[in-house]
C-alpha cells in the first residue's frame, strides 16, 4: 500500500496562488493514476482532480478547471496541486489518494482510490 503525505495547506486571501505537494512511498506510485480530493466541513468529500500514470492525461471538476494544475514527478514520488484564483468556496481539507490503476478519467469516484493522505487544511478569506 502506499503511504501519502500531503503538504502546502494554509491561508490565503480570495485571488491568491498555494501549490499543495503529496510524497508517495512505494514502488508503485508511478504506476497508478494520483488524484485529489477535498472536504469542507458538513459537505461530503468531492472529486478535485486526476492525473494518468505517467502524467499525460488529466481531469478537472468543473469547480476548479481552468484555475487548478494537476502534475506530477515519477522521479520524485511527488503529486502537485497548484491553485490559482482562489475562491471562498474553495476552502476545505484537500487529500491527496492513489489510484488502483494506470489511467484516470472525469468518472473517478472515491471507489477508484485504495490509498489515501491524511489532509491539508486550505482557507481561502475572502
Known amino acids: 500500500q502506499v503511504q501519502l503525505v500531503e503538504s502546502g495547506g494554509g491561508l490565503v486571501q480570495a485571488g491568491g496562488s498555494l501549490r499543495l505537494s503529496c510524497l508517495a512511498s512505494?514502488?508503485?506510485?508511478?504506476?497508478?493514476?494520483m488524484g485529489w480530493f477535498r472536504q469542507a466541513p458538513g459537505k461530503e468529500r468531492e472529486f478535485v482532480a486526476a492525473?494518468?500514470?505517467?502524467?499525460?492525461?488529466?481531469y478537472y471538476s468543473d469547480s476548479v478547471k481552468g484555475r487548478f494544475t494537476i502534475s506530477r514527478d515519477n522521479a520524485k514520488n511527488t503529486v502537485y496541486l497548484q491553485m490559482n484564483s482562489l475562491k471562498s468556496e474553495d476552502t476545505a481539507v484537500y487529500y491527496c489518494?492513489?489510484?488502483?490503476?494506470?489511467?484516470?478519467?472525469?468518472?473517478?469516484?472515491?471507489?477508484?482510490?485504495?490509498?489515501w493522505g491524511q489532509g491539508t487544511q486550505v482557507t481561502v478569506s475572502s
Open positions: 512505494g514502488r508503485t506510485f508511478s504506476e497508478n493514476a
Open positions: 492525473i494518468s500514470w505517467k502524467g499525460g492525461r488529466t
Open positions: 489518494a492513489a489510484g488502483q490503476r494506470p489511467w484516470a478519467s472525469s468518472t473517478m469516484s472515491r471507489a477508484d482510490f485504495g490509498s
